[in-house]
């Protein structure tokens, strides 16, 4: 009868052990499984700023584009020379409500 019960209690043991590891097994799987989720949002995330940044960049150039080429215009219909926007009456003007008339 001893040795039935030194055998059970063995197997119970040897259960137990397992039980925990198989519990350890699922919650390292379910960091990993995180992580990955973590990684795939940074990752997107990481694509929609460096797509906003190249988007700023491309506005950046056509606003200076358009600087350059609206004193050309205007110097076109008036026979008279116009200067370059500069960035203090650019601001002046937005302030006023005139930033549509400069561009």
Do not use: W
Not at 21 to 42: C, F, G, M, P
Request: hydrophobic share 30%; with cysteine.
């Amino acid at each position: 009868m001893t040795v039935q019960q030194k055998k059970k209690q063995e197997l119970t043991e040897h259960l137990t052990q397992t039980q925990v590891k198989i519990q350890q097994l699922a919650s390292s799987r379910q960091i990993y499984q995180e992580v990955d989720l973590k990684d795939h949002a940074l990752a997107a995330a990481s694509k929609e700023y460096e797509e906003a940044k190249e988007r700023d960049f491309r506005l950046r150039l056509h606003i200076e584009s358009l600087k350059q080429s609206v004193p050309r215009f205007l110097t076109k219909l008036t026979k008279t020379h116009h200067m370059k926007p500069n960035e203090n009456l650019v601001s002046d003007c937005k302030s006023l409500g005139l930033g549509q008339m400069l561009y």
